[in-house]
Structures are given as C-alpha cells and as structure tokens.
C-alpha cells in the first residue's frame, strides 16, 4: 500500500508508492519540485521540510545544501528522501516551481487628506553659511522658523544627523510623524510606505509612493506558519504548546522578504500597516494567545496600536513605526475593520452584509446606520483542504465546473491538465450536482450514470485518471460534499443571525460585498444555489477582491483613515455565535441545500 | 633594565625586573591583585587584560579561567605571564583588593513635586466581577473612570498584561509616564528609579525608592572605557580608530551590573536618569563624536532626551525610560548642568562660582542673574597620571602633606605604608614646597637641604625607600611640578576669564562651589597657596561633593527638575577658549605661582 503524503502550503495530498523518493512521488502527482538535476541529488534546489512522520535514514546525505538552522528545522532534499510512512511535508517557495495564485490589488487609493507623515527638505544654506556648527538644537530653531514642529527624535536620527549633515549635498530631507522626526536622509529620496494584510494563508504586501501616493508594487507570498498548522486554532494550540517564538520569528522574517524583494532598499520605508486577523496580529506582536484559544476568545487588546518597527524585528527605517489597524473581537480583526472602511460598509445608508471569505468567515450587517458582526468557523474546505482531490488556487486546479448532459466542461487554472481541484471549483461542482438532482436536499447522492462507487463509498468523477496529471481519478465524494455542507451552513447561519438580531428580511438587503480572495473567484450563483448565501438578486452581489490590503493603504496615507478604523471597530456590535442560543437549530437547518 | 608596566584604572606605574611575572611585580610595588593560590596559578583570580605590550608565550596557559570572550580581548592570569617588554595593563576590579576611593553621596533629595512616573493600585473585583473578560480596552476605560491618562501601552506591558491579570491576585500596579502605560505588575511591588553619573573616570548609581523618595543605595565603579583611554580625547581618538561600538557596550555592560547589584530585580527599575559630560553622553547613546575631536568641539545635540531604556541596551524594566540631563556644549555636559542645578547655583542673586575639577574642568560664574561658563583642559595631573609616582586615590596613596622643618607629615589612605600619592597629595606638596621657598615662582627647585638629584634632575623626596610599600623613594620631581603648574594654570586661565567677561572682581566673588570627587578632598588653602584658586576669604569656598549625581536624582524625581536643567543648559553662555584672543597670555601668566 501507498503512504501518503500531504504538502504545505498547497494543500494537495498524493499518494507515495513504497521506496519512491519525495520527489518522484510529487513529480508522479504533477506537483512539480524546482530540478535542476532532475532528482539525482546533485542541485540541492529541491529542499523540503519534514513535518510529520518518519523517512529513510540515507536521506540528508548532502548536508551541504542545508545550513545548520534547516538541519535543526527538518529540511531534506526530497530527491534522496523516501517516506517510511505517511508524511507531511513543507514546500517552501523556493522550490516550489508553480505559485499560488494570490489576489493582493484592489481599487486605488485616492487623494489624501491630513496624512500621518509629513516629509520636509531644507537647504541648510539658506539657514547658516557654516555648516560645521549646526547641532541638533540650531537644525530645531531653523524647523521652527518653518513652523514644523519636532519635540523629539528616533535615536538613530541623531546617530545618523551628523553625518548627513557634514555630507558634500548640503540639502537634508527630514520625516516627521506627529511630534517626532523618525528619519532624516539625503534630499530627494523616495519616501515609501508599505501595507500588509496579514492572512492565516497569505501574506500579501503593498509597497506605495508617500510623496504621489501611487502604488508601486505589490506581492504576495505564503504565510509561513502554514507549517505550524493549517488554521488558526492550530497555531495557537502550537504557540500554547511550544511558545509563539517560532511563528513570530517565521512571519517576520517572510515579511521582511517581502519589503526587501519590493523596495530592493528597506530603509526608504518609513511608514507600515498592518492588517490582520487577531491571532495573527497577536501573534506577531508577542502578545499571549491562551485566551484567543477558548471562550469567550478574548483578545488582549482591540485598539489599533503604534509600534517601532524594530521592536518587532521588522526592518524598515530604523524610526519608522508599524500600525495595526484595531479588531473587535477575538475572531473579528482589524483586516474585516479594514475592509468595512475600504468598502465603505460603515458609512452607508442601505443596508448591506459584508462578507469575508476564509477558514474563518466574518461578517458585518450595516442597517440603519447600525453594524453588527458575526464570525463564524466555516473551515479549510474552500482552501480545499478536507476534500479528498483539493487543492490551493494554484496551477492545475480545476476553478469552474459546468456539467451538462454527459459532459463535464472544466476551466483549469493555467489551463494545464489537472491535478485537483480548488473551492471555487468545489463550489461549482456541487451547485451542479443539485441542479441535476445527482444529490439530494440533503447532499446524498442519488442512484444516476455519473456516479460510481468509489474505495470509500459513492463518487462523481471530474476527470478521468487518463485526463488528469495525476494519472488518477479527480472525484468529489460524499465526504467532500459533506464539508461543503458544513462549511456553507456555519456561513449561512451567521448572515441568519445578523439578519435576525437586526430584524431584517432578505429581501432588505440593498448589497452583498464578497471580499477576500476565494470571494472573488467563486460563482455567486452557485453559492446561492447552495444555500450559503441568500437567494437575491445577482446584480445585488459585489465582488471587491483584497479590501482589507486598500483598507491597510488606506490606513497607510491619512490619520482621518485610521481614526475612522478606529471608531468602526468601537461602532460595530460583536454577536458571539458560541453563546447564541438559536445557534444549533439554525446551523441544522443551514445544513440541507435548498 | 627593568620594564615598566602602568596599571589603568589605578593610575600607578610600577617597575618590573625581567623575568618577573605581572603578579609578582605588582606585588612588590604594593598592589595587591586578589589571590587564593599566592601566584601560583591555580585560582585563576589575577585575571588581567593586557593592553598594550609583548608578554612571555608561557601565559594563557590556564585557559579554563577566561572563556572565549575574554581570551579575545587579551585577557591573561598575571601570575603567569611574564612581561617581554613595558606593558599597560588593566585591573579588573574583580582582580583588585583595594578599591578605589569613590566620592558617590550628597545631600538627600526632599519632597517632589510634579513626579515624572505616576503609580497605581486597581482592585480590578471594584470593577469588574468576571476578570476573564477584561482587555486592554476595558481597563483604560477602568482607568479613565479613575481619571488615569493612558493613550498607549508600551508594547511589554501588553505582552505581560494578561498574565498578571489572570493570576489569582487581582489588584495590579500600573506605571504611567506621561500618556504611556510603561509598566505593569502586581500590586505591592517596589517602584525604583536609579541615577547615573556618567563620569571619564568613574560610573556612580544612586538607587531611589520612586514612593518614598527615599535613597535605598548607592554604588560606584571605575569606567571600563579607561582600558581604551586615560582621558576624553584618546577615547574619541579610539572610537573614531576602531568604532564606538566596544565604548559603548563596555559602559551599558558596567551600568547594567551596577543596576543589578544595586536592585537585585531590575525589572523594579522604571525610571532612569543620566548625567555625564557630552562625549561619554554620546559614546553611551551611539553618537557620532567626531565633531566632538576638534573646534569648535560641536556636540550632535545639547537637549535632553528620552529614550527607552532597551534601544540603549540598559536592562531595567522593559518598558522603561532613560532621561539623559541636557548640555551646554562639548566639553560642558549634563553634568556640569546637574551640579548647577543641585547647588542652586542657577537660582542666586549672588556672585558665585561652580568648579567641577576633573581632567577637564568646567566652570561657571553666575552674576546678576546671568550666567556664563568655560571648560578647560586641565589635564589628569590631579587623577595622579603624568607624575612621576602618582595614583588614583585608592588605598596607600599619600592623600595630604605638611612639610615642616626637616620633617613631613603625611596621611595615606587607609593608613597603609604609602604606595603612591594622589592628587590633593601632590597640591600639598606643590603648595609647602612654594610656602618654604624650595621652589621658586616658576617652580624650579631651589637650592635646599631637602632637595636631592634624582635620575631625571632635581627631585624632592616625601617618602623613603624604607618607609614605602614599593620599596623605593617616593618624590616629587620637577617634571612633577610643571604638570601641576599646566593644570592649576588651565583652571585659573578659566576663572580668570569669566570674571573678566562678565566684568567682575575676585573680591565681588560672593562663593566659590566646589563640585566632584577631587574637589571635595583637597585642601582649599593649598589651591590658593599655589594660585589655582583665587586668594579670597577660606569661608567663602564650599566643597559640595558629587552635586552632579544630586542633580541627576533630582531630574528623577520631578519633572520640574527636568524642564529646570533644561532652561539652565539654554541660558548659561559658553566662552570657547580655544578661541578666545586673550587665553595664550592669561595662560601663561597663571603659569607663575604666587
């Protein structure tokens, strides 16, 4: 018999024939590893990371490829490596040859109005013909003539003054930020700012101009703590367990990668958001995780908070700070508060629900001037992680499904063959099989010529083994509809409840924003025509894509913005689903499809 | 021929015959390195870090008594090495048996107004009967209730919040400075603060119990940046050579044992202030001092300033501050400011004149109100370097003299036989010596019964080969006397000076303050007799000892004491000497002795 193998962060898991290498199993699967050698030990690009389970001893021959903190850490080359039972295994970016497909733009930030930092240049020959005497208390008096007011300076502004100031260009630039001046340079250097949203999966980075306001980049990479754990609860289990260092250290170190990589000079950033779940946030910032882990899920602190950068290991410019857009509750952060401003939900008055698509989904229902919020654990199974062929929104996931009479009409992300299938593709998939009846109000499958019977009960297959990559069946099984169900009933229970608790009828609802990037990519008629969202008119429906990452740039530019934030998260009424009493009937009932 | 070896921080040079060890030298000429074995090399307590010069490569046989730090840094047993040539070589104190004499009290601090840190005890049960549900959030509106001010937390408060407030006692104590929560602990704690005189020679903590205002403790020891320069300017020479960095860590490493020594737990330690003249000021901080080594001398900043403690890498409570006293220029620092203050001398309507002697020595006149200092290089001929026996004021050091008709009087610092003489010492001897006519005004020796021919010209002997601890005479050599006759003319060029400037008279003078450790111990009439100070009424001198590190317990207590040393660094008027027209013939003139 096979082993198993799952792999990091894509979520896929492949079977693994006794004596094959990691390699040979992944290459098998279409689960393509960066080669240059083509598996025979030789390139040491092929790095992976042990997780669980156990492996031959004649792996880690090549020590050379690994650095002592990776041997310590479990990493292996995957071409010399043969799993001695069922393995997990993390890929890390590096060597892995397809990415994830990662939604981190959204619409653009407008004009700023009373931004958080002001940038001055000042030619200190107008002020004094000798240079050579200027201290830190005549640069003061001159800034007060230009009425910029600096009560203080960041300690590396001084260490850094004299030198700038004794430099041949006699033309300093200086950023303050409120009363403090957090960083001085040469003239006519570039002043950037950077906003994180911090996802359980992705960590996704804008990189934008603080002098034009544009953005100039942006990108997206894989929340490292996937190899702690797939959802939030698991990472702090692991942090309660373990201590937080290790998750701190590993998001820290991604996002600095990631300024590096976006700004190619990290000491130009002067300012950064961050927008976040609150175990992520917590996580990062050290704060203890134990009572995020249970009810009632108190978090330690909801207000939006100003911290040096370098208190937290993050390397920007040495006085800049870092700002994280405040939460409301324990499973509500500051990137669903950052996605209300973004989208504009907290000042409206329709009556609009704003949904956030995850393992864990919140939801805010503004009415009458009034919000509320929900979160609720609908799971992994849209990260197509519970279902037995899913798979992240990478290259060779199925992302639609159309089925007609006989025929199954597939789209592919990269239009290459097969290897799984992601949750818009899930989505689809069993809307379908409702629409044909092929399952029934209560998600059973039915007696029909496109089901077969599968090792573990009935099945409908997407692909055929001689279609896909894989060289096997990709199927959905009752099981994988049965997480569906779940999911789409925890969701479906909180719009209820929101609905509910502010006397509202559906067909009350002026708007539906979807954001988030599995939000984006799903078909809303196939959500409705499972029962997971209500069943309105389409053009009701918005797909926003990445508002918490503008609600973090938007919080980036302007003080009125992080006020604003801050007096949203106070505004908005947190229902906790875990102490509801209707909860229970209602998620049942949720459960059948419509 | 004998090699030499001078011992820093002691200040003494000592004969080594060849072949001798360090150990045994030193032994012989009096100073006694800490011992069980008796130079045998099995303690491993004569630990000694050679600075400079070739030894026998039989040392650093015992290995296991350095670790690998210390073996970097040229640490050896003295026991077993062996000089292959004139050494500098630096006594830890941990290798010393005596320790030097360190002037570290002054008058206690009274009551205070407008504290600098507010405390507070919550009863959390008052307010809340379900603890567990407390945040960040609740307790600042717990606080604002209590009209507590607290518009941030630092970052460790709320790392450790949670805990504390989920331990089973339920009253806290919180610590605010100004709008920032810099602390939090449990009910009852002590609330600490520590002063620090910084100073070229010495580091002297004051530990203040921040309810009481209460003295606890006080503590000092010798700078450990004497190992890389006896003064000021060789240490900026060094730093600017090698980089700051080994200055700077050397100090923060002293002032973090003495915290911890002093407190046991530093974490107590919420507040901390600093004085120190404006180049240690700016190795401590990580300041560029470049400026600092040649005109006009110009310091990166002269304000005061708040860092938190940890950017300085000083380990007190995590969230805690560290207030560095103001200056007036580079070579007048918060110290000189701090004795001003603590003496009131910024505050009289009298004519009065402060003096910090040291080897560089900073002077102010207060007159009508207005104010005007100099600094000036008196050099570190009163710390006992550059005379041909002198010492620091440690044990065996001929501290005062009477020399009467064929007869001296001498008093030694612990009543042991001599080893050496000290400053007040050597300013007796100048001053007999000039009352007996056995030198005349320009200092030569004179042709007297006491006076012999010694190596290097004419010398004058006060202690015998047979009454010494070295076994060998202890003199006064003309060389001796011309180091004297450069520093007391420094020190009066600078009085002379400001009285001129401010247009005033010796006999105007309505007081003469005498700050710092050298000061407190000499005989004023010898000063006078020797023209260093001018000759007016012996009542009108006061020897005030460390009034700087008063100064700095002030500033810790209040924070009108703050905003006082502040207005004095920005209202006294510095006269740079080195370019002042009249310094060279003032100079010279003060040469001559009276």
């Known amino acids: 018999l096979d082993y198993k193998i799952s792999f990091e962060p894509l979520g896929i898991r492949i079977n693994c024939p006794r004596g094959a290498t990691i390699f040979e199993a992944a290459r098998d699967a279409g689960v393509t590893l960066t080669s240059i050698c083509g598996g025979r030990g030789i ?23 690994c650095n002592e ?30 990415e994830q497909r990662l939604q981190i733009n959204g619409p653009d930030v407008a004009s700023v109005i009373d931004p958080v930092l002001a940038h001055y240049e000042l030619d200190l020959r ?33 260490q ?10 006699s033309t300093i630039g200086i950023t303050v930020r409120g009363d403090e001046v957090i960083d001085i340079h040469q003239a006519g250097q570039e002043i950037l700012g950077v906003a994180i949203d911090l996802g359980t999966m992705k960590i ?100 939006s908070l100003d911290i040096k950068a370098r208190d937290l290991g993050l390397h920007i410019a040495p006085g800049a700070y870092a700002h994280f857009l405040p939460g409301i509750a324990g499973f509500v952060g500051g990137d669903h508060v950052a996605m209300l401003m973004a989208t504009g939900i907290h000042d409206t008055d329709k009556t609009v629900l704003g949904i956030d698509i995850g393992t864990n989904t919140e939801i805010s229902l503004a009415r ?16 197509g992680a519970h279902i037995e062929n899913g798979m992240k929104a990478a290259s060779g996931a199925i992302e639609s499904v159309k089925i007609g009479r006989n025929r199954i009409e597939l789209t592919v992300i990269d239009n290459v063959p097969p ?8 989505l689809d998939t069993v809307a379908q099989l409702r629409r044909h009846r092929i ?17 573990n009960g009935c099945e409908f297959i997407l692909a055929g083994a001689c279609d896909s990559n894989t060289r096997k069946n990709i199927c959905i099984t009752g099981g994988d509809i049965a997480e569906i169900q779940l999911a789409k009933a925890a969701i479906r229970t909180g719009i209820d409840t929101l609905l509910y608790e502010s006397n509202t009828n559906e067909e009350d609802i002026d708007e539906v924003v979807i954001a988030g990037a599995f939000g984006s990519y799903i078909d809303v008629s196939s959500a409705i025509a499972i029962g997971m969202l209500p069943s309105i008119s389409l053009d009701k429906f918005k797909q926003v894509g990445n508002a918490a990452g503008v609600g973090a740039r938007l919080a980036l530019a302007s003080k009125r913005h992080r006020s604003m934030a801050q007096k949203i998260a106070e505004k908005v009424r947190h229902i906790d689903l875990g102490n509801y009493s209707e909860f229970s009937s209602r998620y049942l009932k949720a459960m059948w499809f419509p």
Chains 1, 2 share one sequence.
Request: aromatic share 6%; proline share 4%.
């Open 43 to 65: 390139c040491g690009q092929c790095r992976v990371q042990i997780l669980d389970g156990k492996t031959s001893s004649t792996a880690r021959k090549k020590k050379s490829y």
């Open 69 to 98: 903190q990776e041997l310590d850490e479990g990493f292996y080359l995957a071409c010399e490596t043969i799993p001695l039972g069922d393995l997990r295994v993390y890929l890390p970016l590096t060597s892995l040859s397809v």
């Open 126 to 158: 107008d002020y004094m013909p000798e240079k050579s005497y200027l201290d830190w208390d005549n640069l003061c008096s001159i800034l007060k003539t230009q009425s910029i007011r600096c009560a203080r300076a960041d300690l590396s502004v001084l």
């Open 160 to 169: 850094r003054f004299s030198s700038i100031l004794h430099s041949p260009v």
């Open 204 to 303: 996704a980075a804008h990189l934008v101009d603080l002098n034009s306001w544009k953005l100039l980049a942006a990108r997206g990479v894989t929340n490292p703590q996937v190899a702690f754990g797939e959802d939030v609860m698991s990472r702090i289990t692991y942090a309660l367990e373990n201590g937080g260092n290790k998750l701190r250290s590993s998001v820290t170190t991604a996002i600095n990668q990631l300024i590096e990589e976006l700004t190619g000079d990290v000491e130009k950033v002067a300012e950064l958001t961050l927008v976040a779940n609150t175990a992520m946030h917590h996580l990062l910032l050290g704060l203890p995780v134990s009572h995020l882990g249970r009810a009632p899920y108190a978090p330690v602190i909801r207000s």
């Open 368 to 383: 009458k001037r009034m919000m509320s919020c929900v979160s609720c654990a609908s799971g992994p199974a849209f990260e």
């Open 419 to 426: 290897i799984g299938i992601c949750g818009s593709g899930i």
């Open 439 to 455: 399952i029934d109000k209560r998600g059973r499958f039915q007696d029909h010529e496109m089901v077969c019977q599968g090792d």
